[in-house]
């Protein structure tokens, strides 16, 4: 942690020491500020890998593609994908798509479309 993260955590911790949502919630914006810094290091390494694999025949003339059609060119992607993926689960949960303000946005948007449709024969 950085001295001036480590300082104004300290100012807001003797502020809320005894808040536990503070806590909680500087936990939770932690994961997922490394979850974003997993992410970036897997695109930058994935693409120096991918250019790499393009190069690898390069003398000075041209760039040849056989290193694209290569299991070892994506096989690293693939399987650190998964486990980013993993890291997603864990830090946004297991709904991260349709969590419970999805449903209730989709409950209202069709309660109102229903309420619309009773009016309109009225």
Do not use: C, P
């Amino acid at each position: 942690m950085g001295r001036s993260r480590k300082r104004m955590y300290e100012e807001y911790s003797q502020e809320f020491t005894s808040d536990e949502s503070f806590n909680a919630a500087y936990k939770k914006v932690r994961r997922i500020k490394r979850f974003y810094s997993h992410l970036k290091i897997y695109i930058i390494v994935n693409l120096i890998i991918i250019v790499s694999s393009l190069n690898r025949g390069f003398f000075g003339r041209e760039i040849t593609h056989n290193g694209l059609l290569d299991w070892d060119t994506y096989s690293t992607a693939i399987f650190w994908g998964i486990g980013l993926a993993i890291h997603a689960i864990s830090v946004f949960g297991g709904d991260l798509f349709f969590n419970n303000e999805w449903e209730q946005r989709k409950i209202q948007e069709y309660m109102k479309k229903e309420q619309g449709n009773t009016n309109k024969w009225q």
